[in-house]
């Protein structure tokens, strides 16, 4: 049962969709174009905040996440090993960590810790890592 169509992702974008991540109102989608569409209210304004680009995603799937412990990044995986972060509200990418030797798929951000991430890729390494972030709580 479909209870909602988001318009701008009913088949305006050029590629498809390969991931999404969901934080309550929250909402990013990765694409193989190597975007990542960003809707800070995805219920109440269906068109994307901001577009994230920089990594690379045009054949495998590549997870991306919204940050819950510092709601100013988005952290996405890569193609070519790499993590990318981006911040939220200038759109900039502010951060690129070269972690794998091969394609980067996934990350996961580490419960009730700050800026503590884990991330897997086609090289067999499970790395756990810590951003380096400006805030009291690091």
């Given at each position: 049962q479909?209870?909602k169509k988001?318009p701008?992702?009913n088949g305006?974008?050029n590629?498809?969709?390969s991931s999404?991540?969901?934080?309550?109102?929250?909402?990013l989608?990765g694409?193989n174009?190597?975007?990542?569409?960003y809707?800070?209210?995805w219920?109440?304004?269906?068109?994307?905040?901001r577009i994230f680009?920089?990594?690379q995603?045009t054949k495998?799937?590549?997870n991306?996440?919204l940050?819950?412990?510092n709601r100013?990044i988005?952290?996405?995986?890569?193609?070519?090993g790499?993590?990318?972060?981006w911040n939220?509200?200038?759109?900039?990418?502010?951060?690129?960590i070269p972690?794998?030797?091969?394609f980067s798929?996934d990350?996961?951000?580490?419960?009730g810790?700050?800026?503590?991430?884990?991330?897997?890729?086609?090289?067999g390494?499970?790395?756990?890592?810590?951003?380096?972030?400006?805030n009291k709580?690091?």
């Amino acid at each position: 049962q479909v209870i909602k169509k988001i318009p701008s992702l009913n088949g305006d974008l050029n590629s498809k969709i390969s991931s999404a991540y969901l934080d309550s109102e929250r909402l990013l989608i990765g694409c193989n174009d190597s975007s990542l569409y960003y809707y800070s209210n995805w219920k109440e304004y269906p068109e994307p905040t901001r577009i994230f680009r920089g990594h690379q995603c045009t054949k495998y799937r590549i997870n991306a996440i919204l940050s819950r412990s510092n709601r100013d990044i988005v952290v996405s995986g890569s193609e070519n090993g790499s993590i990318y972060i981006w911040n939220i509200e200038s759109g900039r990418l502010i951060y690129e960590i070269p972690l794998h030797k091969k394609f980067s798929n996934d990350v996961v951000e580490l419960e009730g810790k700050i800026n503590a991430f884990i991330s897997c890729g086609d090289d067999g390494q499970i790395i756990e890592w810590k951003l380096k972030w400006p805030n009291k709580n690091n």
